[in-house]
């Protein structure tokens, strides 16, 4: 059982878990993930492990409410304990002193940023960090991005904070005023999508993380196969960093969508019962 230290809600729909996990705080790598089963009745769910302290041996989890899962995910707090959480999964990011970097954020991708990012930064690189979001409200992790970027730049759809715009309007600037070596992009899949357009077209390397459908994360059930520059490849041991010009992008994001029904009609059954027991 693995216990919730910190429980804080940072929007209507985003949480963030402090949880005590000492193996995978010891090990976990920037890039990889944990998979997490609240309970025995409860299915597997993918989170990337958004931050690490080894001295206190916890971990920490920040999700976005979706589904079911995460709905019940984040009625937890603190004390409560989670059943399994198998981890650290996934091939780590690689690390290295590139020279100036971007990295885009998008949504609750910015927790998925955040390490690269810290790590990207004491590896010596000059770190140029793009955050983005619908609105304002939901420009997580703000001050621990801007901590570790040389420069840090937020857009916002209703330009409610920072730039009004996309996160590709704000790559377009800077590429055009910085060389950069080499740039990662993790939200949403259209967001990744259009991040890898935007590079491609100034031939900017850059990674994304793909996040698909995982029942075990060890490359077992294949539920999480994409294409990857023609290739069948598993996510949770093959990526799931993948370069995003090699990315079957119209295969993938209509995989994103194969069960969208029924996780829409879950949650909403959920919620459903939950406002039976309240009465």
Known sequence: ????????????????????????????????????????????????????????????????????TTAELGKLTIGDTILDLTGPLGMPTEIKNYGTVMIVGG?????????IIKGLKKAGNRVITILGAKT?????????????????????DDGTKGMKGL???????????????????????????FCTMTAAKYELPLYVSLNPIMIDG??????????IDGSIKFACVDGPEFKG????????????????????TCLVDYQKVQVINRG
């Open 1 to 68: 059982m693995y216990k919730i230290t910190k429980s804080e809600q940072l929007s209507k729909n985003e949480y963030d878990f402090w949880i005590e996990a000492p193996r995978i705080a010891k090990k976990a790598k920037p890039g990889q993930f944990v998979m997490l089963r609240i309970n025995e009745m409860g299915e597997r769910i993918p989170l990337t492990i958004a931050d690490t302290d080894d001295s206190s041996g916890k971990i920490r989890l920040v999700f976005q409410v979706i589904g079911k």
């Open 136 to 156: 304002a409200e939901l420009v997580i992790l703000q001050e621990e991005c801007r901590q570790y970027s040389d420069e840090l730049i937020i857009t916002t």
């Open 167 to 193: 996160v590709t309007d704000a790559m377009e600037q800077v590429i055009a005023n910085e060389t950069i070596n080499s740039s990662w992009a993790i939200g949403p899949s259209m967001m990744m999508k």
């Open 245 to 264: 010009t090699e990315v079957n992008w119209d295969e993938f994001i209509s995989r994103m969508k194969q069960y969208k029904t029924e996780e829409e």
């Open 218 to 227: 060890t490359g077992m059930c294949g539920g999480c196969r994409v294409t």
């Open 107 to 115: 949504g609750v991708g910015i927790a998925a940023v955040f390490p």
